[in-house]
């Protein structure tokens, strides 16, 4: 039986952050830029056996990113300036009334 050469895909995003890997054994070749080849099931299954950590932080920030063809970990600092580009969420509708409530008890002059 002879085995069969598996070609790594990536997705990336505006930035090159690879946002997605995948193998032609599950993708056409259209699906991303072709990053890698070979036997085994770290080519097979690429999905979570290419890269030695996962794609994503425990935060969700891409780890890799794709330079002149070739996939990288990126930096702490690039790392760093996503997260910092997070938006701040809204207050939960629990956390607004509760501002409020303060706020009013604070110009009227109430103790809560």
């Known amino acids: 039986m002879e ?3 598996y070609i790594v ?3 990336i995003d505006s930035e090159n952050r690879i946002i997605s ?3 032609s054994a599950f993708v056409s ?3 991303g830029s072709d990053i890698d080849a070979g036997y085994g099931d770290k080519y097979h299954h690429a999905q979570g056996n290419y890269f030695d950590q996962p794609i994503y932080t425990d935060d969700g920030i891409p ?3 794709l ?3 070739q ?3 990126r930096t702490e600092e690039e790392m760093g300036a996503d997260r910092a580009a997070i938006p701040v969420p809204p207050p939960t509708a629990q956390e607004q009334l509760r501002a409020d409530v303060d706020f009013i008890a604070a110009m009227t002059g109430v103790t809560l």
Do not use: F, H, I, Q
Request: proline letters at 5%; zero cysteines.
């Open 21 to 23: 890997v995948n193998s």
């Open 71 to 73: 996939a990288v970990e």
């Open 9 to 11: 895909y990536a997705k």
């Open 29 to 31: 070749p259209d699906w």
């Open 3 to 5: 085995d069969e050469v």
């Open 67 to 69: 330079v002149d063809g």
């Open 63 to 65: 780890r890799y990113k």
